[in-house]
Every structure is written in structure tokens, then in C-alpha cells.
């Protein structure tokens, strides 16, 4: 089985890593082996094991009737999306890692796919090598998803483990994810939440089976999330996690990205580090959570051959996703319900004025006091914390 991939760096360089290591167990596994015929990059590499595969035209591996599968791992929305719409339209089966590609195209080149009875799956481009794509459905299916939580992207979970290990501030600990080379010279995508907003919405699209604009999700990243954050997560007994969290509200879902505030019986307190985990509550199964590397090169290529495996047992065989091209709107934001941390220098008779029943978690800071509101929608909070002023931080409790 011929095979050519999209893109030659840290992920398609990976992808053919994986495909020399595991060649004679995947062979087995599949009944023939699958060998890569060419590779598209605009970049040289003549030392490369495969540097007689380089092509630089994307139209070769489209006029190439031998090749049945394709990898693309070039990131970002164009030229990837013309790249992977003429594969499909060429009768060719896709596998993607790139997740803005899919949050934004997803259910478009899944018609497209339908339409020329090949397939195009995406298992990397949510939980890297958490197999999370294909539990849901295809493992999940006899289920109703009441709700997903996912600690979904690595960057900010090492970014606030380390702040809560070490009490370091923001600034200093995305200098040093940087220099590690866990964030990147431009860190807005991870930091400010827009990673984690595209993955809870490609698996809500799933969930729902119609298409979740990830523009409709509000977000707010880690970047004003501070040491003394920490300290009143501490004293409270909780942790500080950036979680995408989709709740089913009547026909529809509601969706977020922010950090929050949790409680160690919560599974996603656990998850530490680089790590990634996404927890999912079904009608019938109850909660369950599916954890692992969420980045990184051979994780992430291990979900892309898993899923050219897949590709090539269903060669020329269109496999029932179920996302649709038609978008769902999603419940309002306004209307969700949560318990939130605040911190404020407002006096505490004002606090008492505005939020009956507050539980103060006291650092004897002389210029703020924290306190945990009642439960109240998020319209309520914010014409209460309007009239409070003095706002220095909020966070949500889960």
C-alpha cells in the first residue's frame, strides 16, 4: 500500500519514523505492508532515508492513481485544505494531525470525502496519541455524551504545574516552556486558549454529529493567572486547570474554554505536566476518562498510523462519521451556572452586600480578600461583580 505524506516536519518526519520502526508488526497486522512513495515539502533533505521520495508539487501525488493514502501534516488552513480537498477528490483516503485544519474544514472535506466513497479521519488532531476520535465514534456510539472536560493542551498544563509546584509567576514560567521548547516563540494559540477551543469543538461537532463554529466558544487562556492564584487554590484545597468543557443543555451543548478551579475528586486534577487527558460522562457508561501524551512527534504519529491502518483496511470505502455541514448553535453562555473564585480589594460589607453566603478563603493580604460566590449564572455574576468592582481576578469553580 502506497502512501504519501503532506508535510515533512516534526509530525511527518515522525509518521515515517514510526512506519520504518513498526514496519514488519504493521505489515501483520494489516495483511501488507505500507511504504512511503512520495513526501511533499518545499525543503531539501538530502541525508534523508527517504530523500528519493521529496516532491515538491502536490499535483504529482494527485495524478498518482497508486497511492490510496495520504498524510498531511503541514499545519494551518491553506494551502492543507486544497492540498486535502484534490486527495479526496482524486479518490485518495486522508489522515490529518492538524487540527485547525479540521476545526475549520472538518465538516466540509468529510462531504467531499462521502462524495468520492473514500474517507478522511483526524484521531491526531484532538488528543495527539490519546486514541479519543475513534471511542467516541466508534467505541461510544450506543451512548448519549452528557458531557466532555479536557486538559487538552500540554503547553499550558506544564506552564501551571509548574507555578503551582514552584509558586512561579506567569511571565517567568513561559520563559522557561520556551526555552524548553514546550511553548512556542509566539505562545497566543496555547496560552490564550484558541488550541484548546478548535479540539472541544471538533469532538463537540462529533458528539453532535453537526458542525460547531469554534468562534461561537467563549475563551479565555492562562495569561492572567497568577502565583497568588495558586495560593488561594491551595488554601482552598484545589488546583488551577485550563479545561475545554462541552455540557449537553437540552437538544444542544454548551461549550468553554477557561481555567478553573478543582477539587483533587475531580480526575482532571491529576493530570500534570505535558500531559493531556480528556473525561467524558455518558448516559448509559457513567464518567470516563482517556489520558496520555497530547504532543509530541512519535505520540501524535503513532494516532496517524493507527489511523493509515484504518484508511487502508477501508480502501475505496466510505466509513460513517456523522458530521454534517449544518451548524448547531450552541446554548448560551450567559445562561451557563457556576460557583466562581473572586479576588477584589472591594470591602467586605460590599462583598456581603452584593453575594449573600460568600466563603472567604483568607491569605491576610492587606489590599484584597478572596471569596467563592453561591451558584449563579454567568449573566447574574457579571452584573454582580459590575456593581462590586474592584475586580482583580475570577476563576470558575468545577
Keep these: 500500500m502506497k502512501v504519501a505524506i503532506m508535510g515533512y516536519g516534526t509530525i511527518g518526519s515522525g509518521v515515517a519514523k514510526v512506519l520504518d520502526t513498526n514496519k514488519d508488526i504493521i505489515s501483520e497486522r494489516l495483511g501488507e505492508a505500507i511504504e512511503i512513495k512520495y513526501i511533499l ?43 486535502v480537498k484534490a486527495m479526496l477528490e482524486s479518490g485518495k483516503s486522508v489522515t490529518t494531525s492538524n487540527k485547525a485544519l479540521v476545526a475549520d474544514k ?54 501551571l504545574t509548574n507555578m503551582e509546584q514552584y509558586g512561579s509567576d506567569y511571565a517567568e514560567i513561559l520563559a522557561e516552556a520556551q526555552a524548553l521548547g514546550y511553548a512556542e516563540k509566539d ?54 486547570k485550563l479545561i475545554a468543557r462541552s455540557v449537553k443543555v437540552g437538544d444542544t451543548y454548551a461549550c468553554r474554554v477557561a481555567p478553573y478551579m478543582v477539587k483533587p475528586d475531580n ?22 476518562m482517556y489520558y496520555g501524551a497530547g504532543a509530541g512527534a512519535l505520540p501524535t504519529a503513532s494516532a496517524v498510523v493507527g489511523d493509515l491502518v484504518f484508511l487502508a483496511r477501508n480502501v475505496s470505502k466510505h466509513v460513517r462519521i456523522g458530521w ?16 466562581y473564585f473572586v479576588r477584589t480589594s472591594a470591602l467586605q460589607s460590599n462583598i456581603e452586600n452584593e453575594f449573600e453566603n460568600a466563603e472567604y478563603a483568607s491569605l491576610d493580604l492587606d489590599d484584597e480578600v478572596g471569596f467563592i460566590t453561591p451558584e449563579m449564572s454567568e449573566s447574574e455574576f457579571n452584573e454582580r461583580i459590575a456593581a462590586l468592582g474592584g475586580i482583580i481576578s475570577v476563576i470558575r469553580l468545577y
Design 187 to 240: 505562545p497566543t494559540a496555547d496560552v490564550e486558549g484558541y488550541d484548546s477551543c478548535r479540539k472541544i469543538a471538533i469532538l463537540t461537532s462529533l458528539v453532535t454529529g453537526k458542525n460547531v463554529d469554534f468562534n461561537d466558544i467563549p475563551t479565555e487562556g492562562i495569561s492572567k493567572i497568577s502565583a497568588t492564584d495558586f495560593k488561594y487554590a491551595k488554601s482552598l484545597g484545589r488546583s488551577i
Design 41 to 83: 515539502d518545499l525543503r531539501d533533505f538530502p541525508d534523508d532515508p527517504h530523500a528519493d521520495c521529496f516532491v515538491k508539487d502536490y499535483m504529482d501525488i494527485v495524478k498518482d492513481e497508486e497511492i490510496k493514502l495520504v498524510v498531511e501534516t503541514m499545519g494551518g488552513v491553506e494551502p492543507a485544505f486544497t492540498f
Design 106 to 159: 472538518g465538516a466540509e472535506l468529510m462531504k467531499v470525502a462521502k462524495d468520492h466513497d473514500v474517507n478522511f479521519v483526524f484521531e491526531a488532531a484532538v488528543g495527539g496519541g490519546i486514541p479519543i476520535i475513534r471511542t467516541i465514534t466508534a467505541c461510544l456510539t450506543g451512548d448519549v455524551i452528557e458531557e466532555i472536560a479536557a486538559i487538552c493542551n500540554g503547553t499550558t498544563n506544564y506552564m
Design 324 to 339: 454534517a455541514n449544518e451548524k448547531i448553535e450552541l446554548a448560551s453562555p450567559e445562561e451557563e451556572r457556576f460557583r
Design 267 to 288: 480526575m482532571l486534577y491529576h493530570v500534570s505536566g505535558v500531559m493531556n487527558a480528556v473525561s467524558l460522562k455518558g448516559n448509559m457508561l457513567g464518567e470516563s
